[in-house]
């Protein structure tokens, strides 16, 4: 189990940057994989971006050459850096941990979650 803590968030107008972080505790950081997750006003949670040990990553259609997920293993934190934000970005965002070794994008396989951190694109 990986206790997550999310900051960064944010109001922005469009076209602007943001980056989120996420400081991860606990033994699992080190062999897990990272992931963000979003999840706008009625609508179901969106996979965004995931991470793992060696820095690998896939990033969603979505935000692909926008969004860039990053982590630093010796902070034990990863970043989701935001570019050239879009309305429809908004969303409370997520940072979400397994203790696998495969990405993964399905929600149901992370086991653990940070609060979330509002991020807010003004048109």
């Known amino acids: 189990q990986v206790q997550l803590v999310e900051s960064g968030g944010g109001l922005v107008q469009a076209g602007g940057s943001l980056r989120l972080s996420c400081a991860a505790s606990g033994r699992t950081f080190s062999s897990s994989i990272m992931a963000w997750f979003r999840q706008a006003p009625g609508k179901e949670r969106e996979f965004v971006a995931a991470i793992n040990w060696l820095s690998g990553s896939y990033v969603a259609d979505s935000v692909k050459g926008r969004f860039t997920i990053s982590r630093d293993n010796a902070k034990n934190t990863v970043y989701l850096q935001m570019n050239r934000l879009k309305p429809e970005d908004t969303a409370v965002y997520y940072c979400?941990?397994?203790?696998?070794?495969?990405?993964?994008?399905?929600?149901?396989?992370?086991?653990?979650w940070g609060q979330g951190t509002q991020v807010t694109v003004s048109s």
């Open positions: 979400a941990a397994n203790d696998g070794t495969a990405i993964v994008t399905l929600a149901k396989n992370y086991e653990s």
